[in-house]
């Protein structure tokens, strides 16, 4: 079995290599480690393997890890969907929450993000794919969303994530890097969360300046609390051999 040292090195080779693919600098695509489900002393190999930015989808489980592993100059993203009963631990918690598509939501993060913290720094997710997801806002209704959170004093606004459902074609990043770049000058946008263990290389291809990876550096996820992934079918019971 590979080392999760092994496999951060190996889906380095792929973003540097689909970088230079599409005439980019590797170095202007951000590694994301989404280790949701996982347990913290993976996160921790993670780390000692060189891994600074973590995203987690439940933000209850997220704190928990935090506490556990303390580890210095981590850059914490919650890429989950946020309910309302969550935004305090979230706004005292995380450095990023990736998954903001509401007002109200966005509200209550600046009202409760301490002053003592930096701002919190935030995406608006998109949703590309139709009626295929609840998350996210329409693309016609990003910009009307993004002008309601620039002036929260405690959020910073950088950008755009979406989450194509699997398969998606191209036209759909193209889609959403055509309404990022068309917004990036004026409100300053600097980043774009797009692509997963599967599709990284499209999403960089179409201008991802940060990727979700999961799967290609845990492995497979155990199923735990409220995941978003579907259950897997009941294992085979094994005979007694
Ligand atoms: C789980 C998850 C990922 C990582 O997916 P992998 O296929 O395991 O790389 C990325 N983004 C979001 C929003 C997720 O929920």
Redesign the pocket.
Not at 212 to 216: C, L, N, P
């Given at each position: 079995m590979r080392s999760i040292h092994d496999n951060l090195q190996a889906v380095r080779s792929r973003i540097a290599r689909a970088a230079a693919a599409a005439g980019r600098e590797a170095g202007n695509v951000t590694l994301l480690a989404?280790s949701?489900t996982q347990p913290a002393p993976l996160l921790a190999q993670a780390f000692a393997a060189g891994q600074r930015a973590f995203?987690e989808?439940y933000v209850q489980e997220a704190a928990e890890k935090m506490d556990a592993l303390r580890l210095p100059g981590v850059e914490w993203h919650l890429?989950?969907p946020l309910q309302s009963n969550k935004t305090r631990l979230a706004a005292a918690r995380f450095d990023w929450v990736?998954?903001l598509d509401s007002e109200k939501i966005a509200r209550r993060l600046s009202g409760q993000r301490s002053g003592s913290l930096p701002p919190l720094n935030v995406l608006i997710q998109v949703n590309v794919s139709g009626e295929a997801s609840k998350s996210g806002v329409a693309p016609a209704e990003v910009l009307l969303l993004a002008k309601a959170i620039k002036p929260l004093p405690r959020l910073r606004l950088r950008g755009l994530m979406a989450?194509p459902e699997p398969g998606a074609d191209a036209a759909r990043y193209q889609e959403l890097k055509g309404l990022y770049d068309g917004l990036k000058d004026e409100l300053r946008f600097d980043t774009l969360s797009l692509g997963?263990?599967?599709d990284l290389e499209l999403a960089i291809a179409c201008g991802a300046t940060m990727v979700?990876?999961?799967?290609?550096i845990f492995g497979a996820?155990a199923r735990s609390r409220g995941n978003?992934?579907p259950p897997a079918p009941p294992l085979p019971v094994k005979d007694a051999a």
């Open positions: 989404v949701k995203g989808n890429i989950g990736q998954t989450i997963m263990s599967d979700r990876i999961g799967t290609a996820r978003d992934v």
